[in-house]
């Protein structure tokens, strides 16, 4: 039914959140990596995004769009990136940037993950007697790589003038 307009008819907050992407210069979607893919909400938050492309209009085209994801150690491949490219490709959105920052698995919260061998802390550290401050993952404004990757992309939107709003 959203054919004709371009607006969804499930009666849910959608409209309001379509309403905020169709309105915005930028688009920043960002989303963990659960069990090598993209996590089920922010799925269906790309999916609803179907109602922006009827009657030959693309209400996202040509919005900018950065991509924010969790990546793990030593994993080159990153399927959350490459599904919310997919997404931003599809709307004919112009794609300037990704970020992505060191996972932090549940399995350092959870109460469990010290001695469990099937999980995270297992992977990176071995069975543990508790976990301590320096077996957590460095926080965001400790990963160069991340913060190289923030920089990139603000240096990008300075150059095509954006202007950041408080």
């Avoid at 992407?21 to 960002?30: C, L, P, Q, V």
């Avoid at 922006?52 to 209009?57: I, L």
């Avoid at 794609?95 to 061998?117: M, R, V």
Wanted: glycine residues 6%; charged residues 25%; hydrophobic residues 35%.
């Amino acid at each position: 039914m959203c054919a004709k307009d371009n607006i969804c008819k499930i009666k849910d907050d959608w409209n309001q959140i379509g309403e905020k992407m169709t309105n915005a210069d930028i688009i920043i979607f960002g989303a963990p990596n659960y069990y090598g893919t993209i996590n089920a909400l922010a799925h269906a938050c790309l999916e609803r995004t179907f109602s922006f492309r009827h009657c030959e209009k693309l209400l996202l085209k040509d919005t900018l769009g950065i991509t924010v994801t969790t990546r793990r150690k030593n994993i080159e491949i990153n399927p959350v990136k490459d599904i919310i490219e997919i997404f931003m490709k599809s709307n004919e959105m112009n794609i300037i940037g990704h970020a992505d920052c060191d996972e932090y698995s549940q399995c350092y919260t959870c109460g469990y993950g010290h001695d469990c061998k099937i999980g995270s802390v297992f992977r990176e550290h071995g069975i543990l007697d508790e976990i301590l401050p320096c077996h957590l993952p460095n926080e965001v404004p400790c990963q160069k790589n991340t913060l190289d990757s923030i920089n990139n992309i603000i240096s990008i939107l300075k150059a095509r003038n954006v202007k950041f709003k408080n």
